[in-house]
């Protein structure tokens, strides 16, 4: 089958937040509907809802940014497909069950497949043929969403093509990726591709808003989320937020080009960035409970905890990463204002080429006390 491209209209966004089976206000997510997770991309959702039918293709490539609503998008379809079955035999409870256990990444016949390592590897590619061979647990449909394939390792697509082109019956296959790598193209071929626009600050500062976030909050966390949704509500919800960005912009003018001054900006820096992470254990500690409380419920597949429990650690590695992000950002932001005033413009501009430096290194996964040290004694001073 070559690939179809449908390119979503107007701006996208994700809410990766896994929602309870019932709120504290008593409301069953059986009540939501899982596709208003996925903000503004109304063409991509209308054109996901038709196509989750008796004659679904069994192949699907979701690429946009991160932040972009990609997983949310797949949760739904997901959840769709799982629901055709109950909702064929009269049994709408059933099909709610399935979009709710979905919308979770919960359901015995939806798997989510995460890179281990630095990318997808070709232990991980076995793997996805090997569950893609076994039969559904609950009906006759199963879907496998394989997130950030655009970190597919060099030579594992091959391993994938043939199940990915001709899957067992009733097996879905919804690929996630950023972007289109060369080691994606063959496999892209065989799938219908779904695009996702990026989200823009003042999408995301609405949303904030209409969730009940204030203005000025809902519009510093908006520019600072990096265009990802998920990242401004807990931005929003961070009470600290002001006092991080002024560390960080404090940082030029605690240094001195001295080891001792730069190691002990460093060190608080890195103090602030573990404080950062308060509001996501208070998530993570959510999740728990609204995941014992499915288990009591509905049921669920034994391997539940463990696989909330990786992806909580991956979150909070994500965290410390956007918190370096936001802080380079304002850091250079700080040496762009010098730019404009200095009568002599060489500190500001290597101030910049320090912190762009630092920037790109994040994409090798660097030591971050070192990263930090690094950059400090390269930042030079300002009064």
């Known amino acids: 089958m070559r690939g179809l491209d449908v390119t979503a209209a107007g701006l996208g966004g994700w809410v990766a937040t ?75 409870d059933g ?58 390792a060099p030579n594992v697509g091959p391993k994938l093509l043939k199940t990915i082109e001709e899957p067992p019956e009733g097996t879905f296959f919804v690929v996630l990726a950023d972007e289109l790598p060369r080691e994606l193209v063959t496999i892209a071929s065989r799938c219908v591709r779904v695009d996702f626009a990026s989200l823009t600050p003042e999408v995301v500062a609405d949303q904030l808003r209409a969730e009940g976030v204030d203005d000025e909050r809902a519009r510093q966390a908006a ?55 308060a509001p996501l254990r208070v998530r993570h500690e959510a999740e728990v409970a609204e995941l014992d409380e499915r288990i009591e419920r509905y049921g669920q597949r034994g391997s539940g905890a463990a696989d909330l429990d990786k992806r909580h650690k991956r979150e909070t590695r994500r965290l410390r990463t956007d918190e370096l992000r936001l802080g380079f950002a304002a850091l250079a932001g700080v040496y762009r204002d010098e730019l404009v005033v200095a009568a002599d413009p060489t500190a500001a501009l290597a101030g910049i080429e320090a912190v762009q430096r630092a920037a790109e290194a994040l994409e090798f996964n660097p030591n971050e006390e070192l990263l930090l040290l690094d950059l400090a004694l390269r930042l030079p001073p300002l009064n």
């Open 18 to 92: 896994v929602t309870a089976v019932t709120t504290g206000a008593g409301t069953s997510t059986t009540d939501v509907d899982p596709w208003d997770d996925v903000v503004g991309q109304d063409r991509a959702v209308e054109f996901l809802r038709q196509a989750a039918g008796p004659d679904a293709v069994h192949a699907w490539l979701f690429v946009g940014p991160r932040g972009s609503g990609k997983r949310a998008a797949a949760r739904a379809f997901a959840g769709d497909l799982l629901a055709l079955e109950p909702e064929a035999a009269g049994d709408t």
């Open 95 to 152: 099909a709610a069950r399935a979009r709710a256990l979905a919308r979770a990444e919960q359901h015995a016949d939806l798997t989510v497949v995460e890179r281990v390592g630095a990318s997808i590897s070709a232990e991980q590619a076995d793997e996805i043929v090997r569950r893609a061979s076994r039969s559904a647990v609950e009906g006759k449909r199963k879907v496998l969403v394989l997130d950030e394939f655009h970190l597919i």
């Open 223 to 277: 520019a600072f989320a990096g265009g990802d949704l998920d990242r401004a509500r807990l931005l929003a919800t961070d009470d600290r937020l002001a006092v991080r960005l002024a560390a960080w912009r404090d940082l030029p003018r605690r240094l001195d080009r001295s080891g001792h001054r730069a190691a002990t900006a460093v060190d608080d820096l890195r103090a602030a960035i573990d404080d950062a992470e």
